[in-house]
């Protein structure tokens, strides 16, 4: 039973002579629950692929569908996380997780009523990534580490169905990376939520997904699916 479904599609930037091509006949099918990696090198076409399942952009050719239905639209269902952590520093790290609800419930009177509840699991999800008391500090009195690790948080706090990653560990220190590897690959086994995980980082992607697809230089095309048959030792 798969979430997303990607069918052969192609994607172009522009028109006329000066027109890219960054997506040519991609097909990936991504299982609930599943975790899928897609690697390649840079300007392969990753991030085109991930705008279109998030429906931030539409295919030229071809179809999206997430859940049975095309993607006609910004995708509510998906959270995503990106290299960038984009905290907003004029607000506490604990508001910044909260951030999406004030998006997903605009109403303000449901807002204010339903804070509580929001803020216990903003909380919970904070311990769950090891920030706990962590919630009050601005943004900008954290490491790079922690401020990934928050925008994890917020990019799970209205349970998604399907978490989008795009090169979200990129930007740290190897020791790093690999610390937020296990905290990603222990809310993945717990939550159940399905993963797209976009990285030039072969080892990442061996290490946490479950199925990899592996994009060819421009313009990208799948050139191959392979199954993970192991679990990669702990170091
Ligand atoms: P990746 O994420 O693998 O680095 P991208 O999806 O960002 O690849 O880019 C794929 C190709 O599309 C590249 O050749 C890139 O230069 C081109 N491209 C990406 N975004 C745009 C854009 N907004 N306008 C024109 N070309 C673009
Ligand atoms: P990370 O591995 O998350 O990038 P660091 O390696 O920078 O974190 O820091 C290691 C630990 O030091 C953190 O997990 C945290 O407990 C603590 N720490 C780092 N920065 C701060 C800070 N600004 N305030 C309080 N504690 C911090």
């Not at 692929?49 to 931030?56: A, D, E, H, Q, S």
């Not at 009177?109 to 500090?137: H, I």
Request: proline share 6%; charged share 25%.
């Amino acid at each position: 039973d798969a979430l997303v479904e990607i069918d052969n599609v192609s994607l172009a930037y522009g028109r006329g002579p000066g027109r890219t091509l960054a997506l040519r006949g991609a097909t990936i099918n991504v299982e609930r629950g599943g975790f899928s990696a897609v690697v390649g090198p840079s300007g392969c076409g990753k991030s085109s692929l991930m705008k279109l399942v998030t429906g931030l952009m539409r295919p030229t050719l071809g179809s999206v569908r997430v859940d049975g239905k095309p993607v006609d639209g910004p995708l509510k269902i998906a959270g995503m996380a990106f290299q960038n952590p984009t905290l907003l520093p004029w607000r506490s790290t604990l508001s910044n997780v909260m951030l999406p609800l004030e998006i997903v419930e605009p109403h303000r009177g449901r807002l204010r009523r339903q804070r509580k509840e929001y803020e216990a699991r903003a909380e919970e999800l904070l311990e769950a990534v090891g920030l706990k008391g962590f919630g009050s500090r601005s943004p900008w009195q954290l490491s790079g580490g922690m401020q990934q690790r928050a925008s994890l948080c917020r990019a799970l706090i209205h349970e998604p169905d399907l978490l989008m990653l795009d090169e979200p560990f990129a930007a740290l220190d190897a020791f790093t990376r690999e610390e937020l590897w296990g905290v990603l690959q222990k809310l993945w086994m717990e939550r159940k939520f399905t993963v797209i995980l976009v990285t030039h980082d072969l080892r990442e992607a061996v290490y946490l997904a479950k199925t990899i697809h592996i994009m060819s230089a421009r313009p990208g095309r799948i050139v191959a699916t392979r199954d993970v048959p192991f679990d990669f030792p702990r170091t």
